[in-house]
């Protein structure tokens, strides 16, 4: 049975590709990085989680049970970061992902193929 399309739980995350899958698999073994609390998301949360995206490319982010935020309006402000891509919504934990400008680890550069 589907689920209609107005189903709050049904987002339009990362699209399902082989990418995704490999982002999830890697996603099992890390710890929350960042965690929201009774303050929600603001500017300082959204900046401590872009340094943590450039820093580690996957970020699990847990949304604490006193925060005002549902995970789904978390996860909508982590997809306007600049280049930054939901790839899971679970429970409490939002996880997501930004291609690191040099030295890529789940999406190697084309450039890099060519030079191996």
Do not use: C, W
């Not at 107005?6 to 960042?34: G, W």
């Not at 401590?48 to 847990?62: C, F, G, M, P």
């Amino acid at each position: 049975m589907s689920l209609p399309a107005s189903n709050p739980k049904k987002r339009a995350l990362m699209p399902s590709t082989p990418l995704r899958k490999q982002l999830r698999a890697a996603a099992h073994a890390l710890d929350p990085i960042v965690q929201l609390g009774k303050t929600g998301v603001s500017d300082a949360v959204l900046k401590q989680v872009s340094d943590a995206l450039d820093h580690h490319e996957l970020v699990k982010v847990k949304v604490g049970s006193e925060s005002p935020a549902d995970r789904f309006e978390v996860a909508d402000a982590l997809a306007a970061l600049p280049r930054t891509h939901v790839v899971q919504v679970l429970g409490r934990m939002v996880l997501a992902y930004r291609k690191k400008r040099k030295n890529p680890r789940f999406e190697p550069d084309a450039r890099d193929d060519a030079k191996a």
